[in-house]
Nanobody
């Protein structure tokens, strides 16, 4: 069974870069045709999809955050990472990593999630 776990700092200073890592077990991040995504949740915005990295390495980002977001991976460790630069207090949220599975209608379902990790932005 696929399991995901987020890790990283719980506190980031404004204007710095948030770096989070998702460790995947029970499945390879290179297996066709899954994508590996980052989502965050905050009281003001609800659930927000940040971006994803596909099984072959292609990346996709939310248009509103593309300029500040970078997703990468380390296949040897079966991990993928999120870097969100120039953070502000509005970036405070619970951050989740998740798997995106293909569906029969050409969309993707978020079928496995990590537990989430809270991130506070404060000086």
């Amino acid at each position: 069974q696929v399991q995901l776990q987020e890790s990283g700092p719980g506190l980031v200073k404004p204007a710095q870069t948030l770096s989070l890592t998702c460790t995947v077990s029970g499945g390879s991040i290179t297996t066709s045709y899954y994508y590996w995504s980052w989502i965050r949740q905050s009281p003001g915005k609800g659930l927000e999809w940040l971006g994803a990295i596909a099984y072959a390495g292609s990346t996709y980002y939310s248009p509103s955050l593309k300029s500040r977001t970078s997703i990468s991976r380390d296949t040897s460790k079966n991990q993928f990472t999120l870097q969100l630069s120039s953070v502000t207090p509005e970036d405070a949220a619970v951050y989740y990593c998740a798997r995106e599975a293909p569906t029969t209608v050409g969309l993707r379902a978020l079928d496995y999630w990590g537990k989430g990790t809270p991130v506070i932005v404060s000086s």
